[in-house]
């Protein structure tokens, strides 16, 4: 009598599985390769045209109407493309254990390019005669726009580093909740 036959699923099956899944050649349903790196493309372009191709035009129009602006539009060009390329992985790498560590990176380098146009952002904007009364005045400057920017990276780069130590502590329980068996 031979020997059972090694079983060929059981290197692909991830070394978590939830208690409801019963059975046991069942894994996490994730895009493939390809249509993840297709979407990170469209991520990539869109992403590329926010922070690559409009701040530059913005900062030339401030010049241009006698605005000063501290910071050249090149910095602003290779910053972006790094952000664009690093949410551009970001996505692509979500069913791997890379998505965690991308994750904090492309967060930083958010916090970042933020805190440069928070370095260089003495200007307010002001809203007068609200409420009937011309003496009320309602001021709010870039400073604090950028800072409420901020934060939802800061709660960004928490989430990730969540899902980083969750990764390395319980390979493969992730998938399941992001990617269902259906």
């Known amino acids: 009598m ?10 692909k099956v991830p070394a978590y599985r939830p208690a409801y899944v019963t059975d046991p050649f069942a894994r996490p349903r994730y895009p493939s390769v390809m249509t993840r790196v297709a979407i990170g493309v469209l991520i990539f372009l869109g992403v590329f045209v926010v922070l690559v191709v409009l701040p530059p035009y913005i ?69 007068s005669g609200l409420g009937g009364s011309a003496n009320e005045a309602v001021t709010i400057g870039l400073a604090v726009v950028l800072l409420i920017l901020a934060v939802g990276s800061v709660i960004n780069l928490a989430r990730n580093a969540a899902i980083t130590i969750r990764d390395f502590r319980r390979p493969g329980e992730r998938l399941w909740r992001t990617y269902p068996v259906r």
Not at 2 to 11: F, G, I, Q
Not at 82 to 92: E, K
């Open 2 to 11: 031979e020997p059972p036959a090694a079983n060929d699923n059981a290197s």
């Open 59 to 127: 900062v030339d129009l401030l010049r241009s109407n006698g605005i000063p602006i501290s910071f050249s539009a090149g910095d602003l060009v290779y910053v972006g493309i790094l952000l664009a390329i690093l949410t551009a992985a970001y996505y692509a790498v979500r069913p791997t254990i890379a998505y965690g560590p991308i994750g904090i990176a492309t967060d930083i380098g958010e916090l970042a390019y933020l805190y440069a146009f928070y370095l260089a952002s003495p200007y307010h904007f002001s809203l």
